[in-house]
Nanobody, 118 residues
Framework: VQLQAYGGGLVQAGGSLRLSCRVSGIIFRTNGMGWYRQAPGKQRELVATINSGGSTNYADSVKGRFTISRDNAKSTAYLQMNGLKPEDTAVYYC?????????????WGQGTQVTVSS
């Protein structure tokens, strides 16, 4: 299973970025997808998830600003980030998961850096 995340960069506060995560090696449409982030000196935290049915979940800190979506035909998940704030600066990681009998299969991609300047 491979996850390739891209789309990070440097943006001014108030700006926008769209992250993409292309997945291979699984039946994408049957898996949930998630975006997490880790700022320097902090633990990795959940940003947003979308399950195989399209239901979404967001961290309170990004509600109303970020939108997670998926394109099953392209095996790709997206994170549209609007109204970026300096506190959104972090390495963003994508994750794919699927419930199995007795546990959960979970895979991570490499991170993509998002830096928001004030």
């Amino acid at each position: 299973v491979q996850l390739q995340a891209y789309g990070g960069g440097l943006v001014q506060a108030g700006g926008s970025l769209r992250l993409s995560c292309r997945v291979s090696g699984i039946i994408f449409r049957t898996n949930g997808m998630g975006w997490y982030r880790q700022a320097p000196g902090k633990q990795r935290e959940l940003v947003a998830t979308i399950n195989s049915g399209g239901s979404t979940n967001y961290a309170d800190s990004v509600k109303g600003r970020f939108t997670i979506s998926r394109d099953n035909a392209k095996s790709t998940a997206y994170l549209q980030m609007n109204g970026l704030k300096p506190e959104d600066t972090a390495v963003y990681y994508c994750n794919t998961f699927r419930a199995l009998v007795g546990g959960t299969a979970s895979y991570w991609g490499q991170g993509t850096q998002v830096t928001v300047s004030s």
